[in-house]
């Protein structure tokens, strides 16, 4: 038995046949005996692919420690395959590392004899430890029973036997899990997990151990992923109205409010169109509704022209974007950040937003109060933007404190801080005095995209539209006075500063700690109000050697990255854009601190 | 639209003066001026509060009416009444919701939201300025242009057969379809009045002049070529009107004869259908209120490993 601090596995099979569940079960036993857990779900694009495809690969990769951890890491230990085709496609994400292991199921062998033989001699040819099994004839006998469902049991079996999960918390687990499936099947499927367990070592007699950490034994833990955080924090933060169109991998935001957003006095409409779900979002804010909407990729171009519209009439708007791997329908289950722009820039003609990113599951949950919070104040459209892998990213953490936030004003603090924001001036100038809700006696408040002066009234002379610039880059400029210094991971000056915003926040927290436990004078410096941006930044950056960042986007020498761009032009600075990567997957810690290593 | 009117009696008398706002700036001779002073008259006469009222409006000539009623109002973007009314009434059932449309508006950049404003049924008046033409762009083809018709994008002539919205409108299962003209003040105010009395999405399209850029498009001197719709639960017609054109009884709760009758638009007149129907909002409404409350401290214990 080996002990260790941090590992990583996964197992994947065939979309449709339990990987996920299986992924679900493991982390949640493994959080409740005080591991730290992280899983990264591996989702097909479409439904239902045909099985025995590459295309059917659905998975889940899991990472558990004994210490806090903010992200999957950089390559994974030990993956289980339901079959070969599956390794083979899989070997392709190069997660993995030299002497890594590779369990594989031999089921599907006697029909494709050569396509194993090759995929098995490519992963050995990689340097990786490849370990073939057949499940026992018992559990293949309850498999058939339960209409061929039934292996990603074993294989759970597998997992815990191997990473020394305890075998009767499990059970309890299963049972727990699948509390609707008859007793019958129930014990068909706990005896096939326990074939699984009591197996395992006939192939592998290695196991491992992560220690439970007392600390993380106390209080009341939840598991969530990004959207259903998001979707809670939605409710929390007194929003009453929701509008959207379905959108990959956004939608799921919309279901879970479906289901409980009416218990709580809110309403989901989904919208014929991304845009008109723009619409009513505005609509109802202007009636006094808080609103907002959530959209992915292709969706948030569409909504540009409202947004724009939100902005001139000063009707309040939040606009979650789940980013996708773009541009246009691009890669809908894979990760970028690539809507900065989109976000702070995209709608015509010239005019601030405020942009938050969220770093974590947690942030996930408060990013709607403060958008709330900055909508209302500023009356102008305030942008959410996740990711998709913080969206489908699962994570065990302390039951996080509930507001039922209702006038904006009573936005707690501690939400502000970890926003690194103060709050604004109780009063805020607008283009237009009247900003009355309808019902009020007397106030007649008509809006309009088009230039207005102070009485509302439309008006084209040229003080009227200067001044309405004015007022409204103002709005803007009050958010980035109330900017406080970002999150700075290590000392506030050395040879070399690696800036992140959003999802990335994890993978620079390792490599910066790695980097910085190897002697180097490197710093992180995290970003999670992206535009504006902070009045300070050029102090902070000029204590640096050099400035550099860590994104999820295309760049070349030639080619800078978003938020590397918006660095430059808000400090003149040489920002050069270190880490980029437009892969669609995860940005790993060991690249990053390869590419420090390269830099100082 | 249901009323409010039982909380407002208590309120100060609506008079047409007070629904009075900017002055209006289209152009001389236009059917706006008359659509304006008409939905005056049916609030003054329904003393319907301009507080509790919101007029929405997409872009075009139409879209400027908001500007000119002292209410509440949007005037929103080209083709998006609708989703911005969408947020008002589901918001907002207590508010009296207007949303003022151009043919273009409404039939082409947004034909998408009319289709489901009209399907969904929320409660609304739906008024479609039909002037078959697009004006504020100056003379392009819309969609109700008639064939042959020479514009600045089809100078050849309009190339298509116009869509025929009343019979979109039925289509689509609408609970209300009528069709007026602004120029018959009397048969326009009563056709809006009845729209707005009846609980769903009314649609009401309005022949509305452009003495600008579609002179041609309606002869609202003479009433020979109109053909009315009579009925003990339709829409009356002025006598003056009535002796001039043609008149036709027909049921407005019989579908297929609204279908029938909708053959020969845009020259027919007056309610074509009529069909309590459960809105959109109503039932999202009657949802939020059989939904089991929940205890919103408690909202992640659901989530409790």
Redesign the interface.
Known sequence: MTQKHVMRFEVIMDAGNGAQKAGDILI?TL??SGRYVFIEPIIPAEISPPKRTPHSMSGAIIRVADFEISNIGSSTDLMLFEHEILLDRRLEDRDYEQNSIVLLDLAEEKRAKDAYATAIKKAKDLGLNVFTFHMDDDSLAHIKGLNGNGKNMYYMGMLASIYKISKEEMVAAIRSTFKKLSEEKLTKNIAIFENGYKNVSEILSDTFEIASAKENLTG?????DGN?SLS?GI??SGF??F?GYPITPASTIMHTLAR?F????G?V?Q???E???????????????P?LTATSGPGLSLKQ??IG?SMV?EVPSVIIDVQRGGPSTGLPTRTEQTDLFAAAFGTHGDGGKVVISVATVEDCFYAPHVARYLAEKLRAPVFILSDYLLSASYK?FD??K?Y?LDDVNDISDEILDRFYINRLPDTIEMVKDNQ?T?????????????NTDKTG??VYTSDSNQRSHDVRNEKIHHVRRALKTPEIIGDTEGDLLVVAWGSTRGVLDEAINLARKEGLKVSGLHLKIVYPLPLMLKEVFSKFKKVTTVEAAYGDPLKVTPLATMLRSETLIDVTNGLATASGRPLKPKMVLAKIKDLV | MTTTQEQEQEQAKVTMKDLKASDPRWCTGCGDYTILVGVRKLMVNNQLQPHNTVNVSGIGCSGRMPHYMNTYGIHSLHGRSIPFATGVVLGRPDLNVFIHSGDGDSLSIGGNHLLHGISKNMNCVYILFDNQIYGLTKQQTSPTTRKGLPTQTQPGGSMMDPINPITFALGLGASFVASTAEWMGKHFVETIDAAFKHKGFSFVHVAQRCPKFNPAAWDYQNAGWMEFLTHETGVSVEDRLAAQGKQVEHDPSDLESAFARAKDVPNVFGLFYKEDKPTYDGIIRERLENAPKKDPSKILDGYLI
């Open positions: 949640k959080a409740k009341e833990k939840i598991l969530l259903t809670l409710i929390d009453k109205l509008a409980q009416a218990s709580y006095g309403i409409h919208a014929e169109d845009i008109a779900a723009m619409g009513t979002v505005v609509g109802s804010y202007y009636a006094g509704v609103a022209e409202i519209f009439a065990v039951k996080m509930t039922q009355a309808p019902g009020e006696l007397e106030k007649m408040r008509r809006v309009t995209g088009l009234n439309i």
